[in-house]
Each structure stands twice: as C-alpha cells, then as structure tokens.
C-alpha cells in the first residue's frame, strides 16, 4: 500500500515555513511509504532516545519545521557545495530543464533532507519523500514514479536500502526517464517501456560505500557533507534563537554551539532545551553560563559528549584497555546495533579525535583518557612522545 500524505506536511501541522517571509515554497511536498512512513522508520532507528542522537525525532520534524532553511541563502555551512548547487540550479533553471539527479552522503543529521527541500524550493518544484526501506517491492517504485510531474524532486532518504528490484527498476527511470513494466508470468511475460516526466532525483546515505557502483555513478552531483564549524554552529543557533523569539547572549550562542557536535539537527534541539531550561527559571535573556548550566543539567558535557558517548569510551578504555576492540564487540557490549553506533555515534568521536579506526578495531586516543580524567597508559604514552599518534584537538 502506498499512503500519500498531500499536504506535504508530515505531521499534520501547517505547511512548513508559513511563519516565515518565504516567497518561494515548493508547490507541493508528497510523502510516500509502502509500510511506515519516513518517519516512522526514523523513529524506529532512533530506538535509543538520546539528546544528541543525530537521528531526527519526531519531535525535530515538528519543530524543525520553523526554522528548517528554505532556500540556498538561508543556509549555513557548507559553502563549497552551495555554490555549486547554485550554478547548477540556475543553469538548470534557465534552460528549463530539471536538475541533475544529487546525491548527499554523510553523518546524519548535516542537512541532506533540509537541501533536497532546498533544492526543490529553488527549482520551484514539487517534491516526493520517501526512504529507502520504503520501496522494497517493483510496485512501490511503480506507484511512486507514476506519480511524477516533470521537474519533481524525489528525495530517497536511505538510498543504500533500496531493494536489488527496487534498484534496477531505478535505473532506467533515472538515466533514461522510462520505466519497465513487466506483465505476465513464465512464456507469457511481456515487458512495457513507458515514458517518464524529467525529475530530479536526491537520493541521501549514511553509508555511500553501501551503494552500488552502479547507482552512484547515476548521479551528477554526489556531495559529501561536512561537520559544522563552530562559527558556522553558532550562526545557525542564533538564527533558530531568532525564529524562535528566544533572546540569547554571545556566549549562550557559542555554548549551545561547542556542545552541538558539529550537527546543525543537534544545535537545534539544544536551542529549545536551553530555552526550555531558561523559561524555567524565569530568565529573560540566555547568557553563557544558563546555556552551559542547562546544557550539565542535561548531562551534555563542555566538548558535545553525553552519557552515551561518556560510556561508549570508558568502555574502550575499561574493558578493552583502550582497544584495538572490534566494532560488533563494542555494540555487543554497549546493547546498541553496530550499524547504529557506527553511523551515529562514532562519526563525531573519530572526527573529534576521541577514537581512532584501526584494522584491528576502535581504539581509545590520548584525547579520550585526558577527556574522561584517566591516566594514559605507559604504552600511549611512549607512543605520544614518539610522535607516532597525535595529541587532537576537537576541529582542528
Ligand atoms: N537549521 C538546520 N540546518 C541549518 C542550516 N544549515 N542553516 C540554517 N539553519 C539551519
């Protein structure tokens, strides 16, 4: 069964990005699911709730709604890839053709699905969500792709999770906008080519080694996404303190913004935890040290590390005397998936500098030991002398 949410919001609520002087909206947002919607799927990998989880809650969708950027110059970050998606776009835009398929990768939680709306904004197109999990079977890809206008988005979140059927059924769509129905069974098979409407299709991963050779090399544009910096942090907590009429100082700004991890979906949902906290106490502005007090009371620590992650690396450190330990070890012993704790928690710590990747397994750094107040082993520390690791500092 394919359900179609028409009114292009998810929860039911107003469209996104009414409260705000956007003229340009996308015509139409379309959400489709065979068995759960997309965000139900998240919900359910977002089995172990956590504040700085990456994984987008229900309660982000909600809120994100009204301060999610809707256009290439309201977004922050990510400078190298706006730019080229604005040539492109524009490019496109005057010939009056769709953009070249996209596809985003990385950690979650950067902005993928926030830039295929984007994208779809500025092309003034209608745009199709739905997930990877979603189209497991040929009709799922059939149902949706019939439902396509020339110049639609469809966005599949989760792309490495496409069906091998739903796949193949993708590539002519995508290369040469036809698709294959097939009919009949045994001698009596017959197979249709019908046309399709040129789309554009955005398709997002966290795992873009997970994706065949053969689907990547579909796409125009295959951009990675990059942490935050902390100035690009800090301008996107000011301006959601802003949509959401919170007043915050400075350094309340720049506190939310080192413990958000280098995630824009993290930085937000601390924004409304911070304001939350404040409101509570009766305060009218937030300065630095009530976002760092709300921020402890929430057991998120001065570098963006919660208990999770805290466990995480007293584990490696504790158990496994700062490893090599295999990553199924390490999930077997901390009760989480090794998919989960390799594509939400670890991609900030290895950045970070608190575990490094070895072919052997996770091992704790200097950083980790220093960051929990353990002594470093005699074996790193002859190591850190050597000159053979290095002593990291968080985004150097
Ligand atoms: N909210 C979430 N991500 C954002 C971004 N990159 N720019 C502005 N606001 C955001």
């Not at 590390?305 to 295999?326: E, H």
Request: glycine content about 8%.
């Amino acid at each position: 069964m394919t359900i179609i949410k028409t009114s292009g919001d998810p929860s039911g609520e107003s469209q996104p990005g009414t409260n705000k002087t956007s003229k340009n909206k996308p015509k139409q947002e379309v959400t489709h699911s065979a068995e759960a919607s997309i965000e139900d799927v998240n919900e359910q990998a977002n089995r172990r709730s956590s504040l700085l989880s990456c994984q987008e809650s229900n309660s982000d969708l909600r809120s994100d709604q009204a301060v999610r950027p809707d256009t290439l110059s309201e977004y922050i970050g990510q400078s190298r890839l706006k730019t080229m998606l604005s040539m492109s776009i524009s490019a496109a835009r005057s010939r009056g053709e769709a953009l070249d398929h996209v596809l985003f990768y990385g950690p979650p939680g950067l902005g993928k699905t926030t830039l295929a709306r984007v994208i779809a904004n500025e092309m003034q197109a209608r745009i199709h969500l739905t997930s990877g999990p979603s189209l497991e079977r040929p009709r799922d890809i059939i149902g949706l792709v019939h439902q396509l206008e020339e110049g639609d988005v469809l966005f599949i979140d989760e792309i490495h999770r496409l069906s091998r059927v739903a796949e193949e059924l993708l590539y002519p769509a995508i290369e040469d906008f036809v698709i294959d129905l097939t009919t009949g069974k045994g001698h009596a098979t017959r197979t249709m080519r019908l046309p399709l409407p040129k789309f554009t299709l955005v398709g997002a991963t966290t795992k873009a080694g997970m994706l065949s050779n053969a689907l990547r090399d579909r796409f125009g544009f295959v951009c990675r996404l990059d942490f935050y910096t902390q100035e690009e942090l800090s301008a996107i907590v000011a301006r959601t303190a802003g949509i959401l009429s919170v007043k915050m100082e400075a350094q309340g700004v720049e506190a939310i913004a080192r413990r958000a991890r280098g995630t824009p979906r993290i930085a937000n949902r601390l924004v409304r935890l911070v304001r939350d906290y404040g409101q509570y106490q009766g305060a009218e502005v937030i300065d630095g040290e009530m976002a760092a007090r709300a921020l402890d009371s929430y057991q998120v620590d001065a570098l963006g590390l919660d208990i999770t992650d805290r466990k995480l690396l007293s584990i490696i450190i504790d158990n496994y005397d700062g490893g090599p330990v295999g990553l199924e070890t390490l999930a077997a012993t901390i009760g989480e998936d090794s998919d989960t704790l390799e594509d939400v928690w670890e991609p900030f710590l290895i950045q970070s500098g608190f575990i490094q990747r070895t072919p052997r397994g996770r091992m704790a750094t200097p950083l980790a030991y220093q960051h929990l107040s353990r002594p470093l082993p005699q074996g790193l520390q002859g190591r850190l002398a050597a000159g053979e690791i290095k002593q990291l500092d968080l985004f150097q």
